[in-house]
């Protein structure tokens, strides 16, 4: 895999010259709003624009990011494609302007799932009130947890529910005929419930062809890991399936279960009875790398989403292509044609790609997730014509 090749001096050129942009925005919007700068109190106009100015206007904005995008060179920088974006070669951070690092984390804090830019944000919890990133030697010194967890790497942030719905518009395209790709949020026994209300309403309108459900979702409210399922079911008998086959995407030496199996067995059981458990076949991707306490936090893999969702896509092909094969193929054959399809983390030869190529890859996928919703954003003011600021 080549690494990144856009240089640390042209990245700092284009955050200096971003920097310069916000700046003469904000001075602007100051000029305008002058009764409104609660937190100027005593300082003077450059004080207030290196400390507060930012925060002011995120606060009296009703949509403070949609105003910023509507600036093309501010537009043009914080919806910037991969390849103008120097990573640190050690945690894979990208390099921020202090003001852009500041919009991310203030878009955070709004509340707002719109607001939220995946990944490029930390928590309020590790935020200075300005915006910043806060040290972590200012974290409370009696919660560990805050002061380890992931979250402090652009590598290791959880994802939300942003990431979730652009995957699953995407995968859920795929639907149609015998296939019916349910990729929602929620938990597995929900869907599990969704597949049994619609192979029902199959039999009736008269169906007679076998129906393939692909399922994404979290295991449970106990364990809120994400896994896929693919559910077969004949209409003429839609209270069990003909076969499932579940993924999970962690580490492990096959052919031992994932360490939650079990709320695999339990969701399932839930919603098909206790035999189900006799004609579930585990068919889970050894991906993620299970985080180890002592570990750096920039190494830690929250990348199931990405996983999940490539599973997803292999299975929805595989239906599409070869739904015998499915439907009667042995576990190391689909396994193996999977790997086929599953090219971002599979080499040719079906081996798994090497740890530091599957971080690079999730890389570009964390921050094209992030583009994809600046541009939805863009797109959306540029649609409404008729909008205020």
């Known amino acids: 895999m080549q690494e990144f090749m856009y240089t640390k001096e042209t990245a700092e050129a284009a955050n200096d010259n971003f920097e310069f942009e916000v700046n003469q925005f904000l001075r602007n919007w100051i000029f305008e709003h002058e009764g409104e700068t609660l937190l100027r ?6 004080e207030y624009l290196s400390n507060n100015a930012l925060r002011d206007f995120f606060l009296h904005s009703v949509h403070p990011l949609k105003q910023l995008l509507q600036q093309k060179t501010i537009s043009c920088h914080l919806g910037r494609g991969v390849s103008e974006v120097y990573f640190n070669p050690t945690t894979g951070d990208p390099l921020f302007a202090s003001t852009e690092q500041r919009i991310y984390n203030l878009a955070h804090r709004m509340d707002s799932e719109k607001m939220h830019i995946p990944f490029r944000s930390l928590h309020p919890c ?4 300005a915006g910043d990133n806060s040290d972590i030697s200012t974290y409370p010194a009696e919660s ?15 994802a939300n529910g942003n990431v979730f719905d652009e995957n699953s518009k995407r995968c859920s395209a795929k639907s149609g005929g015998s296939l019916n790709v349910i990729f929602k949020r929620g938990f597995l026994e929900d869907r599990l419930q ?9 039999q009736q309108a008269g169906e007679k062809e ?7 979702s979290r295991h449970s409210p106990e364990e809120g890991h994400f896994g896929t399922s693919l559910v077969i079911m004949d209409p003429k008998s839609p209270h069990f399936p003909l076969r499932v086959l579940v993924c999970d995407t962690l580490l492990k030496g096959l052919p031992q279960h994932p360490r939650w199996w079990n709320h695999f ?19 889970s991707h050894p991906l993620q790398k299970v985080n180890i306490k002592g570990d ?14 490539s599973m997803t896509d292999a299975l929805a092909d595989l ?18 044609e999977m790997k086929k399809l599953m090219q971002d983390y599979y080499m040719p030869n079906l081996t798994l790609k090497d740890r530091q190529d599957i971080k690079y890859i999730n890389s570009l996928k964390r921050w094209n997730s992030g583009q994809v919703l600046i541009k939805e954003l863009i797109s959306d003011i540029t649609r409404n014509s008729s909008y205020e600021v």
């Open 319 to 336: 239906i599409l292509r070869d739904p015998v094969l499915m439907l009667t193929g042995g576990l190391h054959e689909i396994h193996n």
């Open 265 to 283: 067995v339990a969701e399932y059981s839930n919603v098909f009875g206790n035999a189900i458990g006799e004609i579930l076949e585990d068919l």
């Open 126 to 129: 590790k935020q200075t009130e």
């Open 41 to 46: 109190f005593e300082q003077t106009l450059e």
């Open 210 to 216: 076998l129906q393939f459900f692909v399922i994404c």
């Open 194 to 202: 969704d597949v049994k209300e619609l192979i029902i309403a199959s």
């Open 144 to 158: 560990e947890q805050i002061r380890y967890n992931s979250g402090n790497h652009f590598t290791s942030r959880p």
């Open 296 to 309: 750096d936090p920039f190494r830690h893999d929250w990348d199931c989403p990405y996983y999940v969702t």
